[in-house]
Each structure stands twice: as C-alpha cells, then as structure tokens.
Antibody, heavy 115, light 107 residues
C-alpha cells in the first residue's frame, strides 16, 4: 500500500526555523517526484514545488522560490520542506503528494506561526 | 503561468441530482488536467487524471471530459458523501497550478 506519512503539527514563533518531513512507503521512493502543496486557512491549494528524490533535482514555484527549501534523503525515503525564518503568513496546512498529478497525499502538517 | 478558472464557485444540489463542474484554462493544457475532491479536515483525493481517466478506486459516477482549454467533471448522481470542494489542476507547464475550487453543497 502506497503511503505518505508527514510529521506532526508545529507551533513556532516568527523568525524561527522549521523542517517538516514526508516519509514514503509501499513503492519505489526514487521513482516519483514528491510535491509540496500549501493550503492557507479557508483557502485553496497552491503548488509550492517538487523534488526528485532520486537525484534531488528541484522545481520551485516562483512564488515560493527563496522562501523555502526542499530536500530529500532517499536512504530513508523521506522528503523535507524547510524554512530558515518563519513569518506569520506561513501559517497553513502543508501537504506532500506524489508525482505531478497527485495520486497519493500525506495527511498534512499544520504549521502555526505566532508570537 | 496557466490560470485555471472554475465555475460555478458554489453548486447547490440535492442527492441523486447530476453535477457538472467546469474548469477553463488560460491556454491549452494538452489534456494534462486532473480533478480532486477535498472534504473538511481531509487531504485532497485524486479523482480524474489526464482529463478523463478515473483514478484507482474512484466510482464510475465520476467522469471527466474536455480537451485543450475547457474541461468538465460530472457526477452522474450525487451521493451524500460527494458534497465537498472540487479542484482542477494542470501539469502541462511549471508552475503547476490549481483552480480556485467549486463547492458542491446540499440544497
């Protein structure tokens, strides 16, 4: 069974750093890109970018370029999304999803940034 | 960037009725269009990919059609569990983009 399991909810202060994870199982992790999708409270879905876990090639949405960093550790079938300095507007639900039409999704990681 | 415009924003229907949702692209997406369903508190679920292919486990009452810039998702007879928000998404060009969503609500 294909599964993407994300790390748990986070509460952070503005300016703090954060790294959330997405662990794949039930398939060859290096065979499919992993995408990250943001959903702000009460809003729609936004594609942030994606990473090829096989070679760590990345594609960023220009709207998120420079704001986040995507990485992957294929040895443990895990993709990451990180921020170096969080802001209040980064508060959202973040999903990982497999490939470029998103056939499997993680359960989401809720990030709350508040002073 | 390819802009996807979904209409209507809200669709009020009764169980058993037929639902037709529209997604229009600002330029051709070469049929690389997908549809997702999202219920409150849940991750989205893939329904249709490449315009008309049902994803694994998706009931036959869901169908997708269209080509180029105009696409539709049809739910032939609404079940109670189908009341949700539906999004279209294109994968022809980066950045990948989603439509703004259509909420299907109980009338």
């Amino acid at each position: 069974e294909v599964q993407l399991v994300q790390s748990g909810a986070e509460v952070k202060k503005p300016g703090e750093s954060l790294k959330i994870s997405c662990k794949g199982s039930g398939y060859s992790f290096t065979s499919y890109w992993i995408a990250w999708v943001r959903q702000m409270p009460g809003k729609g879905l936004e594609w942030m970018g994606m990473i090829n876990p096989g070679n760590s090639d990345t594609r960023y949405n220009p709207s998120f370029q420079g704001q986040v960093t995507m990485s992957a550790d294929k040895s443990i079938s895990t993709a990451y999304l990180q921020w170096s300095s969080l802001k209040a507007p980064d508060s959202a639900m973040y999903y990982c999803a497999r490939r470029d039409y998103f056939d499997y999704w993680g359960q989401g990681t809720l990030v709350t940034v508040s002073s | 960037e390819i802009v996807l415009t979904q209409s209507p924003a809200t669709l009020s229907l009764s169980p058993g009725e037929r639902a037709t949702l529209s997604c229009r692209a600002s330029q051709s997406v070469n049929n690389y269009l997908a549809w997702y369903q999202q219920k409150p508190g849940q991750a989205p679920r893939l329904l249709i990919y490449d315009a008309s292919n049902r994803a694994t486990g998706i009931p036959a009452r869901f169908s997708g059609s269209g080509s180029g810039t105009d696409f539709s998702l049809t739910i032939s007879s609404l079940e109670p569990e189908d009341f949700a928000v539906y999004y279209c998404q294109q994968r022809t060009n980066w950045p990948l983009t989603f439509g703004g969503g259509t909420k299907v609500e109980i009338k």
